[in-house]
Nanobody
Framework: QVQLVESGGGLVQPGGSLRLSCAASGRTLRFRTMGWFRQAPEKEREFVGTILWDNQSTVYADSVKGRFTISRDDAKKMAYLQMNDLKVEDTAVYYC??????????????????WGQGTQVTVSS
């Protein structure tokens, strides 16, 4: 496992942008998928996107495709979620997650063994 700490959340108007950061400590991020999930009030945690252990391949939920971009810097042990054209429905607590390469779908929370504490993103006018 690794320890993860998110930052960068806040209040933004619809159409605005935010960049979330995820700082990892502990073991190397090699062979680890770095993902982002979110949870809105009274809703289940949902997959947002992930960047695979190859440091290149990304997968996004349809709801954020074309607006959100995930990147990582393994040397700095960081992952990022750039969010553009934010919508009210993007309001949620955003969680960074990390998991070792496995046969479990990267869209599933079960694929991740390490989670951050979450950072609030509120999109409102």
């Amino acid at each position: 496992q690794v320890q993860l700490v998110e930052s960068g959340g806040g209040l933004v108007q619809p159409g605005g942008s935010l960049r979330l950061s995820c700082a990892a400590s502990g073991r190397t991020l090699r062979f680890r998928t770095m993902g982002w999930f979110r949870q809105a009030p009274e809703k289940e945690r949902e997959f947002v996107g992930t960047i695979l252990w190859d440091n290149q391949s990304t997968v996004y939920a349809d709801s954020v495709k074309g607006r959100f971009t995930i990147s990582r810097d393994d040397a700095k042990k960081m992952a990022y979620l750039q969010m553009n054209d934010l919508k009210v429905e993007d309001t949620a607590v955003y969680y960074c997650a990390s998991g070792l390469k496995s046969t479990i779908s990267v869209l599933s929370p079960r694929a991740y063994d390490s989670w951050g504490q979450g950072t609030q993103v509120t999109v409102s006018s």
